[in-house]
């Protein structure tokens, strides 16, 4: 990395910044230095991303969506990396604007040169706006390409975002606007959720051609390539549907769907009586996940597509997924005194559900259930009664233990769904060592907790938080 002629000295000076902060935070032990050196970057050079944004060899690709956006974005990091790509990628999770120019300065020489070929970053829901134009001007202009990848939209964080609907129609101006933005040349690549109702509306309304997996050729009135992932399982269909159901009426004319099928939540195979949008047909539906869970073919097949759209083969991208383990807090796995402990996320009713029903497929013995509402997590704590905790109850020999700064809150819901709990405790540390000490050697302590809960987690298991 040379020296990089193109960065003014204000940005030079927040990189430097930046740079002795994340070294602060390291020398002290404090954490990864993934969010506050990006956030003094901003103050002092609220326009860095775009002056990082010319230097991706290849492009740029973001992952939006409520859930899965850091398991497939590392899925996808490591396709990239098997192909000999330098990628960058804020493998922390930190995803709001500050961690997505965290991962930049950290990679970054100290006057702001990169030697890169893509950037891979998850993005929050709510940011990916914000995100798009810090990149989008400089990466059009160049002509290289930016990878959009739609995962799902679910009630998420109520008392920040609101319904699902107001993501929608923010995510739905923001694309308009930067398929306006980039002219005729086909830069701009959507990968979306055919089975997520409002994710497909939401890229269909484009009025865009889909790009059949090649680039090549394409080119609409907004010079816009798209493509669809999404499940042909039947026999994955639930049978009974969730409390957790978003987004069943349809967002082009407001009439109720129709549902051949519901794979969770109202992810599924769907269609419009009255208007008759209905569900794309995916151009990628087959792979297998190398992690447990449905919804974790979803972010497989959302990894696999967007790696084919950017000219990756199958046969590495199948070598690159073989031995693929899990990022931190998804089905992340530690060893404590010859036991397991298995981390799995769960933010949100839909989240919680699906990882809920994936522990239970396991035949657990120990649960650990965690509850915050810090600012992470959402104020707003209602949503448990969305989560279908009634089936653990099917299974009388499970030991559950409950914690974080909700307990009280989550201990009444457990109650309603008749789950008998071993233990309740306000201290997650305590609560930690009371469900290991329930836990035989050889055995697994399976914890599903909310987003900083799961943070406090990892923090109790390595010593280590992120900053």
Same mark, same amino acid.
């Given at each position: ?18 740079? +002795? ?17 990006? !956030? ?27 859930? =899965? ?17 330098? +990628? ?10 500050? =961690? ?15 030697? #890169?070929?893509?950037?891979?970053? @998850? ?23 930016? #990878? ?23 995510? !739905? ?5 930067? #398929? ?6 086909? +830069? ?15 890229? /269909? ?29 039947? @026999? ?5 549907? !969730? ?17 051949? =099928? %519901? ?29 447990? =869970? ?22 590495? &991208? ?48 120990? /649960?650990? &259930?965690? /509850? ?8 707003? %704590? ?17 030991? #559950? ?10 201990? +009444? ?55």
């Amino acid at each position: 990395m040379g020296y990089n002629k193109g960065m003014s000295a204000r940005i030079r000076i927040a990189i430097v910044a930046a740079k +002795v902060t994340s070294l602060f935070i390291k020398f002290l032990g404090l954490g990864a230095g993934a969010t506050w050196p990006g !956030e003094i970057a901003l103050t002092l050079a609220p326009n860095i991303l775009a002056s990082f944004a010319p230097q991706f060899a290849k492009g740029i690709i973001l992952i939006a969506g409520t859930n =899965g956006k850091t398991t497939t974005s590392l899925m996808l990091t490591k396709i990239l990396e098997a192909q000999g790509n330098r +990628v960058i990628h804020n493998a922390s999770g930190a995803n709001l604007l500050n =961690g997505v120019v965290s991962a930049c300065i950290q990679h970054a020489s100290w006057d702001g040169g990169l030697n #890169v070929d893509y950037g891979v970053f @998850e993005v929050d829901e709510n940011s990916l706006p914000s995100v798009i134009f810090n990149f989008q001007f400089s990466i059009f202009k160049k002509e290289k390409q930016l #990878v959009l990848v739609l995962l799902n939209l679910f009630r998420d964080q109520l008392d920040r975002y609101g319904e699902v609907d107001v993501i929608a129609e923010k995510w !739905e101006k923001t694309l308009r606007l930067a #398929v306006l933005a980039q002219g005729t040349q086909p +830069v701009l690549t959507l990968v979306a959720n055919a089975d997520d109702p409002g994710v497909a509306h939401l890229t /269909l309304s484009l009025r865009a051609k889909r790009s059949n997996l090649s680039l090549e050729g394409i080119a609409t009135p907004f010079g816009l390539a798209m493509t669809f992932f999404g499940l042909n399982e039947p @026999e994955e269909f639930l049978k009974t549907a !969730e409390h957790a159901t978003d987004s069943t009426f349809c967002l082009n004319c407001g009439s109720r769907l129709t549902y051949e =099928g %519901v794979y969770y939540s109202h992810i599924g195979i769907w269609r419009c009586e009255k208007c008759g949008e209905k569900r794309p047909k995916p151009d990628i539906y087959e792979w297998k996940s190398p992690l447990p =869970g449905l919804y974790n073919r979803y972010n497989t097949l959302a990894a696999v597509t967007t790696a084919l759209s950017v000219g990756i083969k199958k046969d590495i &991208i199948k070598k690159a997924l073989t031995d693929f383990t899990p990022a931190f807090g998804r089905q992340e796995e530690f060893m404590v005194d010859g036991k397991k402990v298995k981390i799995f996320l769960s933010k949100n009713p839909a989240g919680f559900n699906a990882s809920l029903r994936t522990v239970l497929e396991m035949k657990p013995k120990i /649960l650990l &259930i965690v /509850l915050n509402d810090r600012i992470p997590d959402g104020r707003d %704590v209602s949503w448990i009664w969305d989560v279908d905790f009634e089936e653990i109850a099917h299974d009388k020999t499970i030991k #559950v233990f409950a914690s974080g700064d909700r307990v009280y809150d989550l201990g +009444v819901r457990l109650k309603y769904a008749e789950v008998s709990t071993t233990g309740v405790y306000g201290n997650l540390r305590e609560a930690m060592g009371k469900a290991l000490a329930a836990t035989e050697r050889g055995e697994t302590l399976y914890v599903l907790p909310t987003y900083s809960a799961m943070l406090e987690v990892r923090k109790i298991l390595t010593g280590r938080k992120i900053l």
